[in-house]
């Protein structure tokens, strides 16, 4: 059994993406095996089982989860219109490690255009992620 996390940790990176799941928790376990995600801090769950706030560490920066709460404005709505980039220097480490963990393949590691190699899944709460190891 892991140690409970504190309840705040300070945040990293320029631009924090905040994503409301069904399963804030599972999430996070989920981007601990799929992403080598650390767990930075979380609140505890309601009795309801949902948490409003997890702040895991992925590859450099902060990622923050929470469950839905449709009684204060902010219902569930399926992940649509985004993609969370992961600027990686193994794309195939990365990758291998992702579907492993259980992500659904969209797009297997490829040369593209641009020169770069590129990849994308989608995590099981329908969040689709893309992997970039830039040329080099």
């Known amino acids: 059994m892991r140690p409970e ?3 705040t940790a300070p945040a990293k990176g320029g631009l924090v993406a905040y ?3 069904d399963g804030a928790l599972k999430a996070a376990d989920f981007y601990v095996r799929a ?3 650390e767990i930075a801090a979380a609140m ?3 009795d309801r089982g ?3 706030h997890v702040h895991l560490y992925v590859n450099g920066t902060s990622l923050m989860l929470a469950d839905a709460f449709p009684e204060y404005g902010h219902a569930l709505e ?3 219109a985004f993609t969370l980039t992961l600027i990686v220097e193994d794309i195939d480490a ?3 490690r992702a579907i492993e963990a259980g992500a659904t393949p969209v797009k297997e590691p490829g040369e593209m255009f641009w020169g770069d190699r590129y990849a994308q899944f989608r995590d099981p709460f329908g969040v689709l992620w893309a992997l970039n190891q830039p040329k080099g």
Do not use: F, V
């Open 44 to 46: 505890p769950s309601d």
């Open 50 to 52: 949902r948490t409003m």
């Open 78 to 80: 399926p992940p649509r």
């Open 94 to 96: 990365w990758w291998r």
């Open 5 to 7: 996390p504190p309840a």
């Open 19 to 21: 994503l409301s799941l």
């Open 35 to 37: 992403l080598g995600a």
